[in-house]
């Protein structure tokens, strides 16, 4: 079976089911398997990997910063 990709391209639904099983890096935005994630933090009840040491420090610095989406925060973007 084949599913239709962004680009109109078809993919095989089991690629599709791997991709939906990725989560995103929340410092450097990478898509990664939680189970390969270098590192992992629980941040206000909600767990966040990471695809290395660097983002892992860097989200722990400042956990509101990344673990709060931009609208959370207060910020807005640009209109």
């Known amino acids: 079976m084949y599913d239709r990709g962004v680009t109109d391209q078809l993919i095989p639904l089991k690629e599709v089911a791997k991709m939906a099983d990725k989560v995103k ?3 450097c ?3 990664i398997d939680p189970a390969q994630a270098a590192a992992t933090e629980v941040h206000e009840g909600q767990t966040f990997y990471f695809c290395g040491h660097g983002c892992h420090a860097t989200f722990v ?3 509101h910063r990344y673990g709060h989406s931009r609208v959370e ?3 807005h973007g640009h209109h």
């Open 73 to 75: 925060r207060g910020e």
């Open 25 to 27: 890096d929340p410092v």
């Open 29 to 31: 935005g990478m898509e």
């Open 61 to 63: 610095k400042d956990a």
